[in-house]
């Protein structure tokens, strides 16, 4: 757009600086505001998958249009080759400067192996991309958007051709972001952002953009910068006894933070709460299981996918570590049990009634292990073996209804 079109466009922010930071103090301690990704497409696709009212079903929009309130670098590398899925990276870096491993040790990202060209044939294995905050008019918080490598350069052609060159800032103006298809060197489809200055902002609507976005930056970047300012903090206090391990987490004298440390001081903020907030003795180890049981009931079962975020060797390991855990599936196993034995008339329908419902709470579900119920319906099975075709369809059937 020409400077000759351009208007100074009013924006609607919902939210200015000081609210901003108001409510951002109403989430301390709930691991602050959770942000909406917008999604890229693959395979040459030219729509956006954004975040909508239904979080099933995302908007499908041709472009995006809004203020870019903050960007950065970020890096991402994985030992086994990327395939675009959930896999957290075993490497990972928030400015693109220094990368966290999942050793907890800190690597230079110019100097990494896996940063350089040539790491991954003519590319790198380390995937260098850039987040970027997109405010949209009328609303509260910024969408993400993390553009892919294949887009690195048109987001550089952009900030440095049309903000850096003018002498304005992102903030000041109304940025929209479109998808053009491309190809690479071997033939292969992909999507490309392109980027294109819509309006600028008018003064007021500028200087309260500018203020909401300085309160973003403290929230986006301050985990990463609070940690380095208290490492270097403590290599200024233990001068020559620091002992530097490359650790973001580590003890004061940059010491490995050993595990029974951590039990211990778990231990301790139990004795001060647990009686206070009404909560059960767990060991820390705990905390690890009720975690991933959560994240498998709140993902549909989905072992893979919590695998990956667990860190667990295989999705056998999580099955059998977690499978104890399905409560919900052994709740409508129970509940097959219930209607259907309670409604049949047959010895073995009875005898098996009679003795599950011993086991059964009011509302169906049972305390038994899977394995005690297991036998019970293989001693039914031997005495009616027309019970076992009755006892899969009332299964498929509740599997359906649920």
């Known amino acids: 757009m020409s400077n000759e079109v351009m208007e100074n466009v009013k924006f609607n922010v919902a939210v200015n600086g000081e609210k901003s930071m108001a409510l951002m103090e109403e989430l301390e301690g709930l691991g ?8 890229m497409p693959s395979g040459g696709g030219l729509v956006f998958e954004v975040p909508g009212i239904d979080a099933e079903n995302p908007d499908m929009e041709k472009e995006i249009t809004g203020v870019i309130v903050d960007h950065h670098p970020i890096n991402a590398y994985w030992i086994e080759k990327y395939a675009g899925g959930n896999e957290k990276p075993d490497c990972q870096s928030m400015d693109g400067k220094q990368g966290i491993g999942a050793d907890g040790c800190i690597h230079d990202c110019a100097s990494c192996v896996q940063n350089q060209f040539g790491s991954d044939g003519s590319g790198k294995s380390c995937k260098n991309m850039h987040r970027i905050y997109l405010l949209r008019s009328g609303e509260m918080l910024p969408m993400i958007l993390t553009v892919p490598p294949t887009s690195l350069k048109g987001v550089k052609d952009y900030i440095q051709n049309i903000f850096i060159k003018r002498g304005l800032r992102p903030i000041e103006a109304l940025t929209k972001i479109s998808l053009k298809k491309d190809t690479n060197n071997d033939g292969i489809a992909y999507s490309k952002a392109t980027f294109s200055l819509q309006d600028t902002l008018d003064g007021d609507s500028a200087a309260m953009v500018k203020e909401y976005a300085e309160g973003l930056k403290k929230v986006s970047r301050q985990e990463l910068l609070q940690m380095k300012e208290i490492i270097e903090r403590d290599k200024t206090y233990y001068q020559e006894a620091y002992e530097d391990n490359e650790l973001v987490f580590a003890l004061s004298d940059g010491t490995p933070i050993e595990a029974h440390l951590c ?3 778990f231990r301790k903020w139990q004795k001060v709460n647990n009686t206070r907030l009404d909560l059960p003795h767990i060991k820390f180890h705990g905390l690890r299981h009720s975690s991933a049981t959560y994240k498998l009931r709140l993902s549909n079962g989905n072992i893979k996918a919590v695998q990956a975020d667990t860190g667990h060797a ?10 104890h855990s399905e409560i919900e599936e052994q709740y409508k196993l129970t509940q097959a049990f219930q209607s259907l034995f309670y409604s049949k008339t ?4 009875n005898s098996l009634c009679s003795e599950l419902s011993l086991y059964l709470d009011e509302d169906g579900s049972t305390d038994l292990e899977d394995a005690q119920l297991i036998q019970m319906l293989k001693n039914a099975f031997k005495k009616n073996p027309h019970l076992q075709k009755e006892v899969l369809d009332e299964m498929l059937s509740l599997n359906d209804t649920v």
């Open 32 to 39: 602050g505001p959770s942000f909406e990704f917008i999604k």
């Open 263 to 265: 039990s211990k001081w």
């Open 314 to 323: 295989s999705a056998k390991m999580v099955t059998d570590t977690y499978g």
């Open 346 to 349: 047959e010895n073995s329908s």
